[in-house]
T-cell receptor, first 113, second 120 residues
């Protein structure tokens, strides 16, 4: 069974630009979660999508947004990039909205210069 | 407010030693879920275990064991006979139930992690 995949592996952007990160969940998983792992800040929850709907959102500004497609893959968009957005962005997936463990992808390393 | 505290920032042991990673959590909910994840140098978080708040049985999986104590709000993780491959950052996490049907809120609240170094 293929795991959660994320693309790209690395992304370098300049301040003010937009970044788009992609995630494909494990086959059969309908929920996708996004987390930010910034140096010194630990792992912080960003967004949760299930069946195409945003179910929960962490304490991040609106310039962090995303969506989930009919095939359950997901996209995270970060607009008006700031230097502090530099981080590892991890995507996870799980089966449905009832509690199931989340399985994580390898992450996308976003660097903002 | 929900919170997970992993007081040990870094631990260094010699191979074959036993090591316990501490995790203390705070929540006002009676239904919640606790997790441990491993993050090796490659960066990918690996799921280790999930526990719900109604199940206080300790669990053993090979060299790994977990001790869940609601009375002290702790969910500690012990590695017996540690190996070099156990070197990683270990995260404890908490998820609270949604009020409507008991499923998870979705988000995992992570502790800061404990970096374990196992030396040969």
């Amino acid at each position: 069974e293929a795991g959660v995949t994320q693309s790209p592996t690395h992304l370098i952007k300049t301040r003010g630009q937009q970044a788009t990160l992609r995630c494909s969940p494990i086959s059969g998983h309908t929920s996708v979660y996004w987390y930010q792992q910034a140096l010194g800040l630990g792992l912080q929850f960003l967004l949760w999508y299930d069946e195409g709907e945003e179910r929960n959102r962490g304490n991040f500004p609106p310039r962090f947004s995303g969506r989930q497609f009919p095939n359950y893959s997901s996209e995270l968009n970060v607009n008006a990039l700031e230097l502090e957005d530099s981080a590892l962005y991890l995507c996870a997936s799980s089966r449905g909205t009832f509690l199931h463990e989340q399985y994580f992808g390898p992450g996308t390393r976003l660097t903002v210069t | 407010a929900q919170k997970v505290t992993q007081a040990q920032t870094e631990i260094s042991v010699v191979e074959k030693e036993d090591v316990t990673l501490d995790c203390v959590y705070e929540t006002r909910d009676t239904t919640y879920y606790l997790f441990w994840y491993k993050q090796p140098p490659s960066g990918e978080l690996v799921f280790l275990i999930r526990r719900n708040s109604f199940d206080e049985q300790n669990e053993i999986s090979g060299r790994y064991s977990w001790n869940f104590q609601k009375s002290t709000s702790s969910f500690n993780f012990t590695i017996t006979a540690s190996q070099v491959v156990d070197s990683a950052v270990y995260f404890c996490a908490l998820s609270e139930a949604r009020k409507d049907y008991g499923g998870s809120q979705g988000n995992l609240i992570f502790g800061k992690g404990t970096k374990l170094s196992v030396k040969p």
